[in-house]
């Protein structure tokens, strides 16, 4: 079971805070490092001192770290045109030596776009599409040769598609609820497929259609990686149990049902439930930045019983 480390910057953090808990994600074993791609604080949060824009930010830590994997959970496509969202992740890609990863998603926050002035159509899921079918063809047209594609939405004439990215393709990653278009949708393009914020059961549902779909298209189910993300909050003990969710404005019983909260052995033991439904990598909701021991208590009494 990988485990990677997934924060929500928008809630309040500083460049400077996201690279410290990228570097102790990097020293402290984990795969990868994630974060969200959000311009506008949620819930009670004051949202100060304001946003980071996510690939700003993967960029300066491409070159700060050596080892993790970088990505988005997920970019919205509502924020940028998908030739330009491909120039940015080849980029940044190629600044960490391939080490990138785009997750990529319909967006659906209408109050943010209404704060910075983004247009939030009510078309989403087929600019959605169309994006993943721009952004996978540039990457994928061989250099001297130019790519061309003619949507409902874009439209992208002899293009030189450059640069390339490190590697010969970013894996993708596409997740959600949905039960009939997202599947299909991960079937065709995604490399990984993520069931975020999900029961046991719905993940494992889920998966299925997934599994199902890439079938259909004549794809191996097996090609996908499957994987979740949950909220973590773990404790020495119930003191310190409560004392995270209390950060998190959530009750422990509540945490314990719907996220991976409890003591070391009590999240070990839903993360291998998560396994037997067919997860393989778990994305870990971080939400207090600056509790470093969080994530070292992680490291070293829960990623060890995974193995």
């Known amino acids: 079971m990988d485990l990677r480390i997934f924060t929500e910057p928008q809630q309040g953090a500083t460049y400077d805070t996201v690279l410290r808990v990228a570097k102790a994600t990097e020293d402290l074993g984990f795969d990868a490092f994630f974060r969200s791609d959000h311009y506008l604080h949620m819930g009670d949060a004051d949202g100060l001192p304001g946003p980071t824009d996510a690939w700003i930010t993967l960029a300066g830590l491409a070159r700060e770290t050596k080892q993790i994997r970088l990505g988005t959970l997920v970019t919205a496509a509502t924020f940028r045109l998908p030739g330009v969202l491909a120039i940015e ?81 970013p894996p993708v990653i596409i997740g959600g609820h949905g039960p009939k278009r997202t599947p299909r949708l991960a079937a065709r393009y995604a490399d990984e497929f993520n069931m975020p914020f999900a029961s046991i059961e719905d993940t494992e549902r889920q998966f299925g259609r997934v599994r199902a779909a890439a079938e259909e298209a004549g794809r191996s189910a ?38 991976l909260a409890g003591s070391p052995a009590e999240v070990v033991d839903k993360i291998g439930r998560y396994a037997a439904a067919g997860s393989r990598r778990m994305y870990l909701q971080t939400m207090d930045l600056d509790d470093l021991d969080h994530l070292e208590l992680v490291a070293s009494q829960v990623a060890p019983q995974l193995g």
């Open 222 to 259: 097996d090609d996908l990686v499957y994987s979740s993300a949950l909220v973590i909050c773990v404790g020495k003990d119930d003191a310190e149990v409560a004392r995270r969710a209390a950060f998190l404005g959530r009750e422990v019983d509540e945490l314990k049902e719907n996220g």
């Open 89 to 169: 992740v080849a980029q940044v890609d190629r600044m960490s030596g391939g080490r990138v990863e785009l997750g990529l998603g319909a967006g659906w926050f209408e109050q943010e776009h209404q704060a910075y002035g983004i247009p939030f159509p009510g078309n989403r899921f087929d600019r959605l599409e169309e994006q993943l079918a721009v952004v996978t063809g540039l990457w994928a047209t061989e250099v001297g040769k130019t790519f061309s594609y003619e949507g409902a939405h874009y439209r992208l004439t002899d293009s030189p598609a450059l640069p390339k990215p490190a590697q010969s393709k």
